[in-house]
């Protein structure tokens, strides 16, 4: 048996890493990895506030160098798009490379949770996006989306592009934004007619240094797969 998610988003900032290390924190003492492959904007010498280092916090893991490269492997200090950051330091990445990396590192793991870099179709390559990550593993995506104004659109955007290819939905997760929040339930009124068949589960505002410590349960979203 065996269980994949891979957590994506309408935008950047949305709260994947939240969302990831909610997961994380509530999968503890199971057979897990949680894995951040390709993160830009990554200062070694703040590794504890970055991505790969919020998600070993969350699992109750030290944030060693080592323990960083071998969940995060990608890993630029550019604070841009994969693919710019790449450029910018002399890097390439593909998306079979990435989906390889992900499937390799999940290998011998009943569950295993991915947190994407950016939106659904940020971009890591000349001509690839994390899409193209998500069409290689076929793994099903949990979509991570804010509250503000015009989130509706960026949802059933994000929904159209992954049925467009074909790939799995998990279901959807609100998280509450911080700035021209709208009211969740008017939200999930209208989610609810659009797409009526996905699970939404909502994330309010959360507070305090661990506030995935505090999310409501998510591990719902996972589905065994034999
Ligand atoms: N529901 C929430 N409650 C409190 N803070 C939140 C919530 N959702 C997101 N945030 C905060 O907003 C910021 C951005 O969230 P997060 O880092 O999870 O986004 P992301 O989608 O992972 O971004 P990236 O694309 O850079 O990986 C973080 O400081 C995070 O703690
Ligand atoms: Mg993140």
């Given amino acids: 048996m065996s269980r994949r998610l891979f957590v994506t988003s309408t935008g950047t900032e949305i709260g994947k890493t939240l969302i990831t290390c909610a997961l ?93 870099a950016g939106g659904l179709m940020a971009p890591i390559a000349e001509r690839e996006t994390f899409l193209d990550v998500l069409a290689l593993t076929r793994w099903p995506s949990l979509l991570v989306i804010g509250s503000y104004l015009g989130t509706l659109s960026h949802t059933f955007t994000a929904i159209e592009t992954l049925r467009a290819r074909n790939l799995p939905v998990a279901g959807i997760v609100i998280s509450e934004s911080e700035r021209d929040a709208q009211a969740i339930p008017e939200l999930r009124r209208s989610i609810a007619a659009f797409l009526p068949e996905l699970p939404v589960c909502v994330v309010p505002r959360l507070a305090g240094p661990r506030p995935w410590a505090s999310a409501p349960t998510l591990t719902q979203f996972l589905v065994e797969k034999s």
């Avoid at 897990?32 to 492959?37: D, E, F, G, I, N």
């Avoid at 919020?54 to 890993?75: H, M, S, Y």
């Fill in 24 to 116: 994380a924190h509530q999968l503890r003492g199971t057979d897990t990895r949680v894995l951040k492959p390709v993160v830009s904007g990554y200062e070694p010498d703040q590794a504890a506030a970055s991505d790969p280092g919020l998600i070993l916090a969350a699992r109750g893991e030290a944030v060693t160098e080592d323990a960083v490269a071998a969940i995060a492997p990608w890993r630029f200090r550019t604070p841009v798009a994969p693919d710019l950051a790449a450029r910018l330091e002399g890097r390439a990445m593909t998306a079979a490379e990435v989906a390889a990396f992900c499937a390799k590192a999940g290998d011998a793991v009943e569950t295993l949770i991915v947190e994407g």
